[in-house]
Protein backbone atom coordinates (compact mmCIF):
# COMPACT_ATOMS: atom_id res chain seq x y z
CA UNK A 1 0.00 0.00 0.00
CA UNK A 2 1.09 3.37 -0.79
CA UNK A 3 -0.19 6.36 0.88
CA UNK A 4 -1.39 9.32 -1.35
CA UNK A 5 -2.63 12.57 -0.35
CA UNK A 6 -4.12 14.73 -3.73
CA UNK A 7 -6.59 17.77 -4.93
CA UNK A 8 -9.70 16.12 -6.05
CA UNK A 9 -12.54 19.01 -7.41
CA UNK A 10 -11.51 21.08 -4.96
CA UNK A 11 -11.13 18.70 -1.76
CA UNK A 12 -8.22 17.55 -0.47
CA UNK A 13 -8.32 13.48 -0.07
CA UNK A 14 -5.63 11.04 1.89
CA UNK A 15 -6.36 6.91 1.11
CA UNK A 16 -3.55 4.31 1.21
CA UNK A 17 -3.78 2.32 -2.25
CA UNK A 18 -2.42 -0.27 -3.90
CA UNK A 19 0.46 1.04 -6.25
CA UNK A 20 -0.82 -0.73 -10.03
CA UNK A 21 -4.11 1.55 -8.93
CA UNK A 22 -5.13 3.22 -12.05
CA UNK A 23 -6.20 7.04 -10.98
CA UNK A 24 -9.45 6.12 -12.82
CA UNK A 25 -10.38 3.49 -10.62
CA UNK A 26 -9.06 5.48 -7.93
CA UNK A 27 -11.62 7.49 -8.78
CA UNK A 28 -14.63 5.72 -9.13
CA UNK A 29 -14.30 3.22 -6.66
CA UNK A 30 -12.38 4.78 -3.78
CA UNK A 31 -14.40 7.85 -4.25
CA UNK A 32 -17.68 7.19 -5.78
CA UNK A 33 -16.69 9.70 -8.25
CA UNK A 34 -18.47 7.54 -11.10
CA UNK A 35 -19.40 10.47 -13.29
CA UNK A 36 -15.60 9.49 -14.67
CA UNK A 37 -15.85 6.08 -17.17
CA UNK A 38 -14.20 4.09 -18.62
CA UNK A 39 -15.16 3.30 -22.15
CA UNK A 40 -12.04 0.84 -23.18
CA UNK A 41 -9.16 -1.26 -22.45
CA UNK A 42 -6.61 0.64 -24.87
CA UNK A 43 -6.07 4.16 -24.09
CA UNK A 44 -7.90 5.06 -27.30
CA UNK A 45 -11.84 6.48 -26.31
CA UNK A 46 -10.93 9.36 -23.97
CA UNK A 47 -14.26 8.52 -21.97
CA UNK A 48 -12.11 8.40 -18.71
CA UNK A 49 -10.67 11.96 -19.22
CA UNK A 50 -10.02 14.28 -16.14
CA UNK A 51 -7.61 17.06 -15.41
CA UNK A 52 -3.75 16.47 -13.82
CA UNK A 53 -3.08 20.17 -12.56
CA UNK A 54 -5.16 21.46 -15.36
CA UNK A 55 -3.98 19.77 -18.27
CA UNK A 56 -6.43 16.52 -19.89
CA UNK A 57 -5.32 13.48 -19.10
CA UNK A 58 -6.70 9.73 -19.71
CA UNK A 59 -7.19 8.79 -16.08
CA UNK A 60 -7.24 4.88 -17.13
CA UNK A 61 -3.51 5.45 -18.15
CA UNK A 62 -2.40 7.19 -15.36
CA UNK A 63 -1.73 5.22 -12.19
CA UNK A 64 -3.04 7.04 -8.91
CA UNK A 65 0.27 7.12 -7.34
CA UNK A 66 1.35 9.25 -9.56
CA UNK A 67 -1.00 12.19 -8.71
CA UNK A 68 -0.17 12.00 -5.24
CA UNK A 69 0.23 15.62 -4.40
CA UNK A 70 -1.21 17.06 -7.23
CA UNK A 71 -4.87 18.43 -8.13
CA UNK A 72 -7.37 16.54 -10.17
CA UNK A 73 -10.78 17.72 -11.90
CA UNK A 74 -13.10 15.76 -12.56
CA UNK A 75 -16.48 16.20 -14.41
CA UNK A 76 -18.06 16.24 -11.14
CA UNK A 77 -16.02 19.40 -10.27
CA UNK A 78 -17.27 21.41 -13.43
CA UNK A 79 -20.43 23.32 -11.87
CA UNK A 80 -20.19 26.33 -9.36
CA UNK A 81 -23.05 26.45 -7.02
CA UNK A 82 -25.37 24.11 -9.01
CA UNK A 83 -24.68 25.89 -12.50
CA UNK A 84 -23.54 24.48 -15.10
CA UNK A 85 -20.16 25.09 -16.53
CA UNK A 86 -20.38 26.94 -19.89
CA UNK A 87 -18.97 24.07 -21.68
CA UNK A 88 -21.47 21.48 -20.20
CA UNK A 89 -24.13 23.93 -20.94
CA UNK A 90 -23.33 24.50 -24.44
CA UNK A 91 -22.94 20.48 -24.99
CA UNK A 92 -26.88 20.76 -23.52
CA UNK A 93 -28.07 22.92 -25.77
CA UNK A 94 -26.02 21.72 -29.43
CA UNK A 95 -27.55 18.24 -28.24
CA UNK A 96 -23.79 16.93 -28.01
CA UNK A 97 -25.28 13.92 -26.46
CA UNK A 98 -27.47 10.87 -27.28
CA UNK A 99 -26.24 8.47 -24.85
CA UNK A 100 -24.13 9.97 -23.27
CA UNK A 101 -20.97 7.85 -22.41
CA UNK A 102 -18.72 9.28 -23.77
CA UNK A 103 -19.98 13.00 -22.47
CA UNK A 104 -17.59 13.65 -19.69
CA UNK A 105 -14.46 13.07 -21.35
CA UNK A 106 -15.61 14.95 -24.67
CA UNK A 107 -16.51 17.83 -21.64
CA UNK A 108 -13.38 17.69 -20.35
CA UNK A 109 -10.79 17.73 -23.24
CA UNK A 110 -13.32 20.60 -24.60
CA UNK A 111 -12.08 22.68 -21.26
CA UNK A 112 -8.55 21.74 -21.77
CA UNK A 113 -9.18 22.60 -25.86
CA UNK A 114 -10.93 25.70 -25.35
CA UNK A 115 -8.28 26.73 -22.58
CA UNK A 116 -5.42 25.98 -25.18
CA UNK A 117 -7.29 28.05 -28.10
CA UNK A 118 -10.37 29.93 -26.93
CA UNK A 119 -11.47 30.84 -31.13
CA UNK A 120 -10.97 27.64 -32.48
CA UNK A 121 -11.79 26.74 -36.28
CA UNK A 122 -14.09 23.99 -36.82
CA UNK A 123 -10.94 21.63 -37.61
CA UNK A 124 -9.15 22.67 -34.46
CA UNK A 125 -12.37 21.33 -32.89
CA UNK A 126 -12.05 17.91 -34.74
CA UNK A 127 -8.47 17.81 -34.10
CA UNK A 128 -8.59 18.75 -30.53
CA UNK A 129 -11.11 15.75 -29.78
CA UNK A 130 -9.74 13.05 -31.98
CA UNK A 131 -8.61 11.25 -28.43
CA UNK A 132 -12.34 10.59 -27.77
CA UNK A 133 -14.73 8.21 -29.55
CA UNK A 134 -18.06 8.63 -30.02
CA UNK A 135 -20.47 5.87 -31.12
CA UNK A 136 -23.66 7.73 -31.12
CA UNK A 137 -23.10 11.42 -32.43
CA UNK A 138 -21.63 11.18 -35.51
CA UNK A 139 -19.52 13.83 -33.97
CA UNK A 140 -21.56 17.01 -36.13
CA UNK A 141 -23.08 17.98 -32.58
CA UNK A 142 -20.15 17.68 -30.64
CA UNK A 143 -18.28 20.10 -32.63
CA UNK A 144 -20.87 22.40 -32.25
CA UNK A 145 -21.58 22.66 -28.71
CA UNK A 146 -17.47 23.39 -28.85
CA UNK A 147 -17.64 25.90 -31.26
CA UNK A 148 -21.24 27.32 -29.54
CA UNK A 149 -19.38 27.50 -26.00
CA UNK A 150 -16.04 29.95 -27.46
CA UNK A 151 -18.71 32.11 -28.53
CA UNK A 152 -19.45 31.53 -31.92
CA UNK A 153 -22.74 31.58 -33.74
CA UNK A 154 -23.65 28.37 -33.77
CA UNK B 1 -7.65 -4.86 -16.79
CA UNK B 2 -5.49 -3.50 -13.82
CA UNK B 3 -1.69 -4.08 -13.87
CA UNK B 4 -0.03 -6.78 -11.63
CA UNK B 5 1.01 -5.72 -8.26
CA UNK B 6 4.11 -3.70 -7.88
CA UNK B 7 6.19 -1.95 -5.47
CA UNK B 8 6.17 1.58 -6.82
CA UNK B 9 9.17 4.16 -5.82
CA UNK B 10 9.47 7.83 -6.94
CA UNK B 11 13.04 8.87 -6.22
CA UNK B 12 13.74 12.78 -6.98
CA UNK B 13 16.88 13.07 -8.25
CA UNK B 14 18.37 10.14 -11.03
CA UNK B 15 21.72 8.87 -8.62
CA UNK B 16 18.58 7.88 -6.41
CA UNK B 17 16.56 6.35 -9.22
CA UNK B 18 19.83 4.72 -10.52
CA UNK B 19 20.21 3.16 -7.08
CA UNK B 20 16.77 1.80 -6.85
CA UNK B 21 17.48 0.06 -10.55
CA UNK B 22 20.94 -1.31 -9.55
CA UNK B 23 19.47 -3.02 -6.23
CA UNK B 24 16.29 -4.53 -7.96
CA UNK B 25 18.04 -5.51 -11.52
CA UNK B 26 15.77 -6.53 -14.02
CA UNK B 27 12.94 -7.05 -11.68
CA UNK B 28 12.81 -2.89 -12.13
CA UNK B 29 11.13 -1.30 -14.82
CA UNK B 30 11.47 2.30 -15.18
CA UNK B 31 7.71 4.52 -15.50
CA UNK B 32 8.22 7.60 -17.60
CA UNK B 33 4.99 9.38 -19.27
CA UNK B 34 3.50 5.78 -19.09
CA UNK B 35 1.97 5.99 -22.12
CA UNK B 36 3.30 3.29 -23.42
CA UNK B 37 4.35 1.05 -20.25
CA UNK B 38 1.00 1.64 -18.57
CA UNK B 39 -1.00 -0.15 -21.40
CA UNK B 40 1.69 -3.07 -21.19
CA UNK B 41 1.08 -3.76 -17.80
CA UNK B 42 -2.43 -3.33 -18.04
CA UNK B 43 -2.35 -6.18 -20.36
CA UNK B 44 0.62 -7.60 -18.16
CA UNK B 45 2.84 -8.11 -21.06
CA UNK B 46 4.89 -7.00 -18.38
CA UNK B 47 4.95 -7.68 -14.89
CA UNK B 48 7.57 -6.13 -13.03
CA UNK B 49 8.04 -6.39 -9.20
CA UNK B 50 9.51 -2.85 -8.92
CA UNK B 51 8.07 0.58 -10.72
CA UNK B 52 10.75 3.36 -10.31
CA UNK B 53 8.47 6.45 -11.82
CA UNK B 54 11.33 9.05 -12.90
CA UNK B 55 8.13 12.01 -13.28
CA UNK B 56 9.74 13.39 -9.69
CA UNK B 57 13.31 14.10 -11.02
CA UNK B 58 13.35 17.65 -11.94
CA UNK B 59 16.26 17.64 -13.67
CA UNK B 60 15.17 15.59 -16.49
CA UNK B 61 12.73 18.06 -17.72
CA UNK B 62 13.13 21.23 -20.24
CA UNK B 63 14.46 22.48 -23.14
CA UNK B 64 17.66 24.65 -23.45
CA UNK B 65 20.28 24.94 -25.85
CA UNK B 66 23.85 24.03 -25.28
CA UNK B 67 25.98 26.00 -28.03
CA UNK B 68 25.11 24.41 -31.44
CA UNK B 69 22.84 21.70 -29.76
CA UNK B 70 19.40 21.70 -28.73
CA UNK B 71 19.44 19.62 -25.08
CA UNK B 72 15.69 18.46 -24.68
CA UNK B 73 15.33 16.31 -20.92
CA UNK B 74 14.23 12.74 -21.18
CA UNK B 75 10.95 13.51 -19.15
CA UNK B 76 10.04 16.77 -21.62
CA UNK B 77 6.64 15.88 -22.73
CA UNK B 78 5.23 15.68 -26.33
CA UNK B 79 2.74 19.13 -25.59
CA UNK B 80 6.12 20.45 -24.27
CA UNK B 81 8.16 19.46 -27.23
CA UNK B 82 5.59 20.68 -29.81
CA UNK B 83 4.82 23.96 -28.50
CA UNK B 84 8.45 25.08 -27.93
CA UNK B 85 9.83 27.70 -30.06
CA UNK B 86 13.34 26.18 -29.72
CA UNK B 87 12.39 22.79 -31.22
CA UNK B 88 10.64 24.97 -34.11
CA UNK B 89 13.44 26.93 -34.89
CA UNK B 90 16.62 24.28 -34.98
CA UNK B 91 14.87 20.87 -35.04
CA UNK B 92 11.20 21.81 -37.00
CA UNK B 93 10.62 18.28 -38.17
CA UNK B 94 10.74 16.69 -34.58
CA UNK B 95 8.13 19.84 -33.79
CA UNK B 96 5.82 18.71 -37.03
CA UNK B 97 5.84 14.98 -35.66
CA UNK B 98 5.13 15.43 -32.43
CA UNK B 99 1.93 17.50 -33.66
CA UNK B 100 0.84 14.05 -34.84
CA UNK B 101 1.51 12.07 -32.40
CA UNK B 102 -1.31 10.10 -30.67
CA UNK B 103 -3.64 12.66 -28.98
CA UNK B 104 -3.95 15.97 -26.54
CA UNK B 105 -4.04 13.92 -23.68
CA UNK B 106 -1.26 11.00 -24.28
CA UNK B 107 0.75 14.42 -25.67
CA UNK B 108 0.25 16.01 -22.31
CA UNK B 109 1.89 12.63 -20.21
CA UNK B 110 4.13 10.88 -22.96
CA UNK B 111 7.79 12.35 -23.02
CA UNK B 112 10.00 12.39 -25.81
CA UNK B 113 12.78 9.88 -23.56
CA UNK B 114 9.94 7.65 -22.64
CA UNK B 115 9.28 6.96 -26.68
CA UNK B 116 12.80 6.98 -27.90
CA UNK B 117 13.87 4.42 -24.49
CA UNK B 118 10.41 2.18 -25.63
CA UNK B 119 12.02 2.29 -29.88
CA UNK B 120 8.32 0.98 -31.07
CA UNK B 121 9.50 1.20 -34.86
CA UNK B 122 5.93 2.66 -35.62
CA UNK B 123 7.05 5.86 -33.06
CA UNK B 124 7.22 9.17 -34.80
CA UNK B 125 10.12 10.52 -33.18
CA UNK B 126 12.77 8.12 -33.66
CA UNK B 127 13.24 8.35 -37.32
CA UNK B 128 13.44 12.67 -36.77
CA UNK B 129 16.09 12.44 -33.69
CA UNK B 130 18.31 9.83 -36.17
CA UNK B 131 18.16 11.69 -39.47
CA UNK B 132 19.01 14.83 -37.47
CA UNK B 133 21.79 13.21 -35.56
CA UNK B 134 21.13 13.15 -32.39
CA UNK B 135 22.73 11.80 -29.42
CA UNK B 136 21.40 10.39 -26.27
CA UNK B 137 22.78 10.72 -22.84
CA UNK B 138 22.80 7.59 -21.02
CA UNK B 139 23.75 7.38 -17.07
CA UNK B 140 24.20 3.97 -15.34
CA UNK B 141 26.23 3.04 -12.52
CA UNK B 142 29.55 3.58 -13.84
CA UNK B 143 28.44 7.04 -15.25
CA UNK B 144 28.05 8.63 -18.20
CA UNK B 145 28.24 7.89 -21.91
CA UNK B 146 26.73 9.93 -25.09
CA UNK B 147 25.38 7.26 -27.67
CA UNK B 148 24.81 8.54 -31.19
CA UNK B 149 20.98 7.74 -32.50
CA UNK B 150 22.38 5.36 -35.28
CA UNK B 151 24.06 3.27 -32.36
CA UNK B 152 20.74 3.79 -30.03
CA UNK B 153 18.19 2.42 -32.03
CA UNK B 154 19.60 -1.74 -32.15
CA UNK B 155 15.75 -3.68 -33.33
CA UNK B 156 12.16 -3.81 -32.55
CA UNK B 157 11.66 -2.27 -29.07
CA UNK B 158 15.36 -2.62 -28.64
CA UNK B 159 17.95 0.16 -27.67
CA UNK B 160 21.61 0.84 -26.60
CA UNK B 161 20.15 0.83 -22.84
CA UNK B 162 21.15 -1.43 -20.17
CA UNK B 163 18.70 -2.67 -17.32
CA UNK B 164 20.40 -0.78 -14.96
CA UNK B 165 20.64 2.61 -16.88
CA UNK B 166 18.60 5.76 -17.67
CA UNK B 167 18.11 7.95 -20.83
CA UNK B 168 18.84 11.56 -19.29
CA UNK B 169 18.71 13.72 -22.28
CA UNK B 170 18.56 13.63 -26.19
CA UNK B 171 21.31 16.42 -27.80
CA UNK B 172 20.13 17.79 -31.32
CA UNK B 173 22.47 19.13 -33.73
CA UNK B 174 20.74 22.54 -34.59
CA UNK B 175 19.52 22.76 -37.80
CA UNK B 176 18.15 26.32 -37.75
CA UNK B 177 17.08 27.67 -41.34
CA UNK B 178 16.06 24.41 -42.28
CA UNK B 179 12.86 23.62 -43.33
CA UNK B 180 11.22 20.33 -41.45
CA UNK B 181 8.29 18.04 -42.49
CA UNK B 182 6.93 14.61 -41.16
CA UNK B 183 4.26 12.96 -43.77
CA UNK B 184 2.52 10.28 -41.74
CA UNK B 185 0.33 8.30 -43.45
CA UNK B 186 -2.45 6.46 -41.17
CA UNK B 187 -6.00 5.00 -41.45
CA UNK B 188 -7.06 6.66 -37.82
CA UNK B 189 -5.86 9.73 -36.48
CA UNK B 190 -3.86 9.82 -33.50
CA UNK B 191 -2.67 6.16 -33.86
CA UNK B 192 0.61 5.42 -35.33
CA UNK B 193 1.82 5.28 -38.73
CA UNK B 194 1.29 2.82 -41.18
CA UNK B 195 4.92 4.93 -42.77
CA UNK B 196 5.56 7.90 -42.42
CA UNK B 197 9.12 10.33 -43.58
CA UNK B 198 11.18 12.74 -41.76
CA UNK B 199 12.14 15.39 -43.76
CA UNK B 200 14.55 17.94 -43.11
CA UNK B 201 16.12 20.46 -46.19
CA UNK B 202 18.29 23.46 -46.47
CA UNK B 203 17.86 25.30 -49.80
CA UNK B 204 20.84 27.51 -51.56
CA UNK B 205 19.04 29.69 -54.27
CA UNK B 206 15.86 27.75 -54.81
CA UNK B 207 17.51 24.71 -54.88
CA UNK B 208 18.20 21.64 -52.26
CA UNK B 209 22.04 22.04 -50.56
CA UNK B 210 21.63 19.47 -47.94
CA UNK B 211 18.71 16.95 -47.24
CA UNK B 212 18.41 14.73 -43.81
CA UNK B 213 15.42 11.89 -44.25
CA UNK B 214 14.27 9.56 -41.17
CA UNK B 215 11.84 6.09 -42.22
CA UNK B 216 8.88 5.36 -39.47
CA UNK B 217 8.15 1.80 -40.05
CA UNK B 218 10.34 0.60 -42.88
CA UNK B 219 12.05 -2.08 -40.59
CA UNK B 220 12.27 -3.16 -37.05
CA UNK B 221 13.70 0.07 -36.39
CA UNK B 222 13.76 3.76 -37.58
CA UNK B 223 16.38 4.20 -40.81
CA UNK B 224 18.30 6.83 -42.33
CA UNK B 225 17.81 7.13 -46.10
CA UNK B 226 21.26 8.27 -46.66
CA UNK B 227 20.74 6.74 -50.95
CA UNK B 228 17.63 9.58 -50.84
CA UNK B 229 19.94 12.24 -48.90
CA UNK B 230 22.62 12.36 -51.31
CA UNK B 231 20.27 12.06 -54.61
CA UNK B 232 18.23 15.24 -53.61
CA UNK B 233 21.54 17.51 -53.20
CA UNK B 234 20.93 19.82 -56.11
CA UNK B 235 17.53 18.61 -56.88
CA UNK B 236 14.62 21.42 -57.58
CA UNK B 237 11.98 20.88 -54.71
CA UNK B 238 9.16 20.43 -56.45
CA UNK B 239 7.35 16.90 -57.45
CA UNK B 240 9.01 16.05 -60.43
CA UNK B 241 12.26 17.30 -59.12
CA UNK B 242 12.79 14.90 -56.41
CA UNK B 243 10.79 12.07 -57.23
CA UNK B 244 14.20 10.32 -58.93
CA UNK B 245 16.04 10.71 -55.44
CA UNK B 246 12.73 9.69 -53.29
CA UNK B 247 12.61 6.30 -55.24
CA UNK B 248 15.98 5.28 -53.47
CA UNK B 249 13.73 5.45 -49.98
CA UNK B 250 13.68 1.53 -50.06
CA UNK B 251 16.78 1.07 -50.34
CA UNK B 252 17.83 -1.29 -46.94
CA UNK B 253 14.71 -1.48 -46.33
CA UNK B 254 13.14 -4.04 -44.77
CA UNK B 255 9.07 -3.23 -43.82
CA UNK B 256 7.29 -5.22 -42.32
CA UNK B 257 3.50 -7.24 -43.48
CA UNK B 258 0.43 -6.55 -41.35
CA UNK B 259 -3.64 -5.67 -41.63
CA UNK B 260 -2.46 -2.31 -42.52
CA UNK B 261 -0.49 -3.18 -46.00
CA UNK B 262 1.96 -5.74 -46.93
CA UNK B 263 5.97 -4.82 -47.63
CA UNK B 264 5.35 -4.01 -51.10
CA UNK B 265 2.83 -1.40 -50.30
CA UNK B 266 5.22 0.06 -47.79
CA UNK B 267 7.91 0.36 -50.11
CA UNK B 268 5.93 2.29 -52.67
CA UNK B 269 4.73 4.55 -49.69
CA UNK B 270 8.21 5.49 -48.60
CA UNK B 271 8.87 6.55 -52.06
CA UNK B 272 5.56 8.53 -52.62
CA UNK B 273 5.94 9.98 -49.09
CA UNK B 274 9.67 11.06 -49.59
CA UNK B 275 8.92 13.46 -52.19
CA UNK B 276 5.94 14.55 -50.52
CA UNK B 277 8.01 15.30 -46.88
CA UNK B 278 10.69 16.61 -49.05
CA UNK B 279 8.80 19.09 -51.02
CA UNK B 280 6.88 20.74 -48.02
CA UNK B 281 9.72 21.10 -46.15
CA UNK B 282 11.10 22.90 -48.64
CA UNK B 283 8.32 25.20 -47.76
CA UNK B 284 6.04 23.65 -51.10
C1 LIG C 1 -3.82 5.78 -27.59
C2 LIG C 1 -2.35 5.96 -27.86
C3 LIG C 1 -1.93 6.45 -29.08
C4 LIG C 1 -0.59 6.63 -29.35
N1 LIG C 1 -0.24 7.11 -30.58
C5 LIG C 1 1.07 7.28 -30.86
C6 LIG C 1 1.48 7.79 -32.13
O1 LIG C 1 0.67 8.12 -32.98
N2 LIG C 1 2.81 7.90 -32.37
C7 LIG C 1 3.75 7.58 -31.43
O2 LIG C 1 4.94 7.73 -31.69
N3 LIG C 1 3.41 7.12 -30.21
C8 LIG C 1 2.09 6.97 -29.91
N4 LIG C 1 1.75 6.51 -28.66
C9 LIG C 1 2.81 6.20 -27.66
C10 LIG C 1 3.28 7.48 -26.96
O3 LIG C 1 4.09 8.21 -27.82
C11 LIG C 1 4.06 7.22 -25.67
O4 LIG C 1 3.96 8.39 -24.90
C12 LIG C 1 5.55 7.03 -25.80
O5 LIG C 1 5.76 6.02 -26.75
C13 LIG C 1 6.15 6.60 -24.48
O6 LIG C 1 6.54 7.70 -23.70
P1 LIG C 1 6.27 7.65 -22.14
O7 LIG C 1 6.97 8.81 -21.54
O8 LIG C 1 4.83 7.57 -21.91
O9 LIG C 1 7.06 6.33 -21.72
P2 LIG C 1 6.64 5.12 -20.76
O10 LIG C 1 5.40 4.49 -21.24
O11 LIG C 1 6.68 5.57 -19.35
O12 LIG C 1 7.90 4.17 -21.00
C14 LIG C 1 8.07 3.48 -22.23
C15 LIG C 1 9.27 2.52 -22.10
O13 LIG C 1 10.49 3.23 -22.03
C16 LIG C 1 11.17 3.00 -20.78
N5 LIG C 1 11.66 4.32 -20.37
C17 LIG C 1 10.91 5.47 -20.31
N6 LIG C 1 11.69 6.51 -19.99
C18 LIG C 1 12.95 6.04 -19.84
C19 LIG C 1 14.20 6.66 -19.52
N7 LIG C 1 14.29 7.97 -19.33
N8 LIG C 1 15.28 5.87 -19.43
C20 LIG C 1 15.20 4.54 -19.65
N9 LIG C 1 14.04 3.89 -19.97
C21 LIG C 1 12.93 4.63 -20.06
C22 LIG C 1 10.13 2.39 -19.87
O14 LIG C 1 10.72 1.54 -18.92
C23 LIG C 1 9.24 1.65 -20.85
O15 LIG C 1 9.80 0.43 -21.18
C24 LIG C 1 0.39 6.33 -28.36
C25 LIG C 1 -0.01 5.86 -27.11
C26 LIG C 1 -1.37 5.66 -26.85
C27 LIG C 1 -1.79 5.14 -25.51
S1 LIG D 1 -11.18 4.35 -20.78
FE1 LIG D 1 -9.47 5.66 -20.81
S2 LIG D 1 -9.24 6.02 -22.90
FE2 LIG D 1 -10.85 4.58 -22.89
S1 LIG E 1 -23.21 10.11 -27.11
FE1 LIG E 1 -23.11 7.97 -27.06
S2 LIG E 1 -20.98 7.63 -27.24
FE2 LIG E 1 -21.12 9.73 -27.57
Given at each position: ????????????VT????????????????????????????????????H???????????L???????????I????????????????????????????????????????????P?????????????????????????????????? | ????????????????A???????????????G?????????????????????????????????????????????H????????????A???????????????????L?G????????????A?????????E?????????????????????????????????????????????????????????????????????????????????????L??????????????T???????????T??????????????Y?????????A?????????
Amino acid sequence: MARITLTVDGEQVTDDVEPRTLLVHYLREHLGKTGTVIGCDTSNCGACTVHLDGRSVKSCNVLAVQADGHEVTTIEGLARGGELHPVQEAFRECHGLQCGFCTPGMIMQSIDLLAENPSPTEDEVRHGLEGNLCRCTGYHNIVRSVLHAAGGAQ
Amino acid sequence: MIPAPFDYLAPTTVEEALAALAEHGDDAKVVAGGQSLLPVLRMRLNTPEVVVDLGRIDSLRGIREEGDHLVVGAMTTHHEVRTSDLVRTHAAVLAHATDQLADSQIRHRGTLGGALAHADPAGDQGACVLSLGAELEVTGPGGARTVPADQFFLGLFETALGDDEILTAVRIPKHTGWGGHYEKFVRVVHQWPIVAVAASVRLEGGTIAEARVGLTNMGPTYLRARGVEEALVGATPTLDGVREAAERATEGTDPPSDLNGDADYRRHLAGVLTARAVVAAAGG
